[in-house]
């Protein structure tokens, strides 16, 4: 290329010189090159002006400060010799590739550029990357030393790239890089912004300028129109937002750009999935489709040096590397392997010479917060004293569990050799690096190579042995005595204990646990918790304590926050057992799953079922319950659901509330505890979906619903009869799913299009629960039919003694008028509804219509409420009045004959319960 071309108005002489490449290094100068004396911050390109003509430099370009030598060398002086250069290198490297894409920010990186990498490469198209890991070129590596290199390099490599075939590439851009101009005069497609936190103010001074520099790619370097991916959770997103307001780039949220199901790739921490979003909507910019991303997702594979799992030794130890060199990546790493794992984490990790020092002591802070050991060595401490920046650490962390160890490979020996089972170990700092840096000294280290030549066993347990260690040290804990108190299980029944148990004993209205304590462990309780004296031949079973209830509190706190099993909380007016129970089955199928008994929601049920969730646990599914305002928000604390569920709202327990508004903020309390970056499910037909909806979004709470309106994300398409099941036809979001059923109800299709939110926003496979025969659509006591004999004939008795309140009921009269039988009767009898408060008698009267409009034959009563019922409903529906319970035979015997239908429906306290249950044992008399 002729001189002329990429400087204008030169003189004639020179104007016609040929020049064969660019160089601002005079150590690489090669003959016919344009060399460009740049000052720069360590090294004056003007001092090396001779060592560039002697090796064979066309041509000099310098500033105007250089004093004039003799010399046959052309030397161009100009004002701004940086600039120049910028468009000469987009002038002599003008092809490039047509799709090239900036990331900048703190962290993230390299991971962004690699899946991008690894997308397009699975789909067979060329693709390079440039930055910390090299310039990787389809599955070659070339190395480099900056994230960045100098701006001849760049457009070099990027015509290279071009000139080889490839259109599709990702720069990873600097701060440092960004504020020396090295990405000027590119084409860029789009910028993507990662995250920004403190690193590099040994060069940029402050936080200000260091975000600034980060700008430059948006604020200059990107052409109007173009795109800006970004994560809109970062608090830098709203000044992002702005500039692109200002430059009119079009802002993709990567969060909203696709939907990744988790369960297909094999990444730790959200952050990774940030990145690969990021990555996917640059892939959709360069027009992959979603067949396309999907197939690339079930390959992709972490990141060289990047939360990598290196190695599981036999004791269970996960160790990691991972380059988090900077607060933010340290403390984003950490919290992810804390999120994914219960177990302890160690971290080794050391910070670097000569680079930002005010951020060892914050890296210390962070380690100190999130790690429960930690193991100080050396990272690349260049000319700086190692043993400096050691004491610059650890002055931090005075009076922690620390050891310093300079040595980096004896320090990884050591936290393998001294891990604990299933322990988790963080090497973090280097990643990927196969040196480290001492200055005057490199020596040839890897993170990777040192973790995979240590021979360590440990300790091994299998699950239950674990469980039961995890428990001890739970307790040791809690009663801060070291001991082993290894025990698996808990109960304040001393009836239903088991060999193994811990049995606390609670005062309750009508007994008192530590009456029973010398059963407990006769039944094989391994540890008896208690607040009083008591009398046993052997005190070592004994756990004294001030307060049973405090203590069960303790202990299901601390289970939870060792759990990582997804958890998931469910509420509403009805319906909360069933869900609960129908869903704790269905989540067997895809692995060990926990849910509470029988309808344990209250402040003894609720810690009680947490304080049974083991470390094996991969689900764990809790019902809540409340009477009262705040009760919900006091459970949901505790249990700190992944997932919520709100199935209805009604007027249970109205007695204590204004209205029924007041219900639905109560129940929506659960909201506040839902885990950041968690989802709700909510009944779309209820007439407060909006409400809740809206409390949920309010908090950046995810909401998937089910119904039967046509706006809901689950719906039952249609109901069909084969051979003798029935197969529902169910929408969930944009597929199709057919479920096969014995028998189904309006309450029961809720329940199912509930579980499939639950499966939906899990991922899990749809495919392993198509035959739904095994699962329990009724339970005892909340619609379950059974066939009984009483009166010399077998009639068909529908349990709905459990409980009642105004939709309950309604749910019932409905299942039951839409059993299709014109050949038998159906009789209701119905108990009081309680806790309605001064709208009992509304609420009772209003049932009337809903009887009147059914198919229902006869109505009987028992309870002075529901009279009023029976006063409104019509007189050929009216059976009979029971004044006591003991008139049932009475009553019944001369009225059912063999396959009528009796359902039973009344509040607990009525004792229709107890009708029901002699009924079905077959009872000679009823009570």
């Known amino acids: 290329m002729l001189l002329k071309k990429l400087i204008k108005n030169l003189p004639k002489n020179i104007k016609n010189i040929k020049i064969k490449g660019l160089s601002l290094d005079s150590r690489k100068v090669k003959k016919g090159d344009l060399f460009f004396a740049i000052k720069g911050k360590e090294f004056n390109g003007n001092f090396f002006i001779k060592d560039a003509i002697s090796k064979g430099a066309a041509a000099v370009v310098c500033s105007q400060s250089l004093k004039k030598k003799s010399t046959k060398t052309p030397l161009i002086i100009v004002k701004d010799p940086k600039l120049l250069l910028s468009r000469a290198c987009g002038i002599f490297f003008k092809r490039k590739p047509k799709n090239i894409f900036a990331v900048t920010g703190t962290n993230g990186k390299s991971s962004v550029a690699d899946f991008f990498h ?66 000027n005069e590119i084409d860029f497609k789009a910028g993507i912004f990662t995250n920004f936190s403190q690193d590099h103010l040994d060069y940029h001074k402050n936080m200000k300028n260091y975000f600034n520099s980060k700008m430059i790619l948006f604020s200059r370097l990107l052409k109007k129109r173009s795109n800006m991916i970004v994560d809109e959770e ?44 990021m990555s996917i909507a640059a892939a959709k910019l360069c027009g992959l489709k979603k067949r396309e991303i999907d197939f690339a997702l079930n390959k992709i594979k972490s990141v060289d040096g990047r939360l990598e799992l290196i190695r599981i030794f036999p004791n269970g130890s996960k160790v990691y590397i991972d380059f988090a060199h900077t607060p933010g990546a340290l403390s984003t790493v950490l919290k992810s392997l804390r999120k994914k794992y219960s177990n302890t984490i160690s971290l080794v990790f ?24 930690i193991y100080v060595t050396d990272d690349n401490p260049r000319r700086e004293s190692p043993k400096k920046i050691r004491k610059m650490i650890t002055q931090k962390l005075k009076k922690t569990n620390y050891l310093e160890i300079g040595n980096r490979r004896k320090a990884i020996k050591t936290a393998i050799q001294k891990s604990e089972p299933e322990e988790i170990i963080l090497i973090a700092g280097k990643g990927h690096e196969v040196t480290q840096d001492y200055g005057k000294k490199i020596l040839n280290i890897s993170d990777k190579s040192i973790i995979k030549s240590i021979n360590f066993v440990g300790k091994k347990f299998t699950k239950n042995n674990y469980n039961q260690y995890l428990n001890s040290k739970i307790l040791r804990k809690i009663v801060n005595k070291n001991k082993n108190f290894s025990f698996e299980g808990v109960s304040f029944n001393s009836k239903e ?168 903020k109560a129940k929506g309390e659960i909201i506040n505890n839902i885990d950041k970056g968690g989802s709700l499910i909510l009944n779309r037909d209820d007439k407060f979906f909006s409400f809740l909806k809206n409390l949920a979004e309010n908090r950046g709470v995810k909401v998937l619903s089910f119904g039967n309106s046509t706006k809901s994300d689950i ?74 004999k009483r009166y010399k ?135």
């Open 118 to 183: 690894q997308i397009l490469n699975i789909n067979k198209i060329p693709v390079a990357t440039i930055g910390t890991l090299g310039i990787k070129k389809n599955r070659a590596i070339k190395k480099l030393n900056l994230t960045s290199p100098d701006i001849v390099t760049i457009h070099k490599e990027l015509f290279n790239l071009k000139k080889s075939g490839i259109d599709y590439v990702v720069l990873e851009a600097s701060s440092h890089g960004l504020a020396q101009g090295r990405l």
């Open 234 to 277: 970062i608090k830098e997103f709203s000044k992002l937002k702005m500039i692109a307001g200002k430059r009119s780039l079009k802002v993709i949220k990567a969060n909203r750009i696709f939907d990744i199901d988790k369960q297909k790739i094999s990444l730790t921490g959200s952050f990774q999935t940030t990145n690969l979003l």
């Open 350 to 373: 050391g910070c670097g010479g000569e680079r930002d020092k005010k951020k060892r002591g914050e890296m210390a802070k962070i380690a100190r917060r999130l790690s429960d050991k």
């Open 497 to 664: 204990v088991k060999k193994g148990n811990l049995f606390i004993a609670i005062k309750g209205l009508r007994n008192d646990g530590h009456e029973f304590v010398s059963e407990a462990i006769k039944k094989g309780a391994n540890f008896c918790v208690v607040s009083k004296n008591i009398k046993v031949k052997n005190k070592s079973y004994l756990i004294k304590c001030n307060n049973t209830i405090n203590f069960l509190y303790n202990l299901a706190f601390s289970k939870r926050s060792h759990s990582k099993a997804k958890v998931i909380a469910v509420t509403g007016s009805s319906g909360k057992t069933t869900v609960k129970t129908l869903l704790g089955k269905i989540l067997k199928v895809f692995g060990d799953t926990y849910y509470s008994p029988k309808s344990f929601n209250n402040h003894y049920g609720v810690p009680f079922s947490l304080s049974n969730l083991e470390n094996s646990h991969k689900f764990g599914v809790f019902e809540i319950g409340m009477s009262k305002k705040g009760e919900i928000n006091n459970l949901s604390k505790l249990v700190k659901p992944n997932l919520g569920i709100i199935t209805n709202i009604a007027e249970a327990h109205i007695e204590n509330f204004k209205n029924i508004k007041e219900i639905a």
């Open 715 to 788: 719906r039952l398409i249609k109901v069909f009869n084969y051979k003798n099941y029935k197969n529902l036809k169910i929408r969930i979001c944009d597929e199709s799913l057919l479920l096969k059923v014995r028998n189904i109800e309006t309450s029961n299709i809720y329940n199912i299009l509930c579980c499939m939110a639950v499966l939906k926003i899990l991922y899990l496979d749809f495919n392993k629960i198509k035959n739904f025969f095994n699962y329990p659509l009724s339970l005892k006591g909340r619609g379950k039919t059974h066939k009984v």
């Open 793 to 927: 004939t077998r009639f068909n008795l529908i349990d709905e003694s459990y409980n009642a309140n105004p939709l309950s009921v309604k749910n019932a009269i409905k299942n039951l008028s839409n059993i299709k039988d014109k050949d038998h009767k159906k009789y209701v009898l119905l108990g009081d509804m309680l806790e309605l408060g001064n709208k009992s008698d509304f609420y009772h009267k209003n049932l009337s219509k809903i009887i009147n409009s059914s198919n229902i034959d006869k109505l009987f009563v028992y309870g002075e409420k529901a009279l009023k019922t029976y006063k409104y409903i019509s007189k050929k529906k009216q059976g009979n009045i029971l004044q006591d319970k003991n008139d049932f035979d009475d009553v019944f015997s001369n009225v059912i004959k063999k396959d009528d239908y009796l359902m039973i429906k009344g509040s607990n306290a009525t004792g229709l319960n107890k009708i029901s249950k002699s009924i079905i044992k077959g009872t000679a008399n009823v009570i």
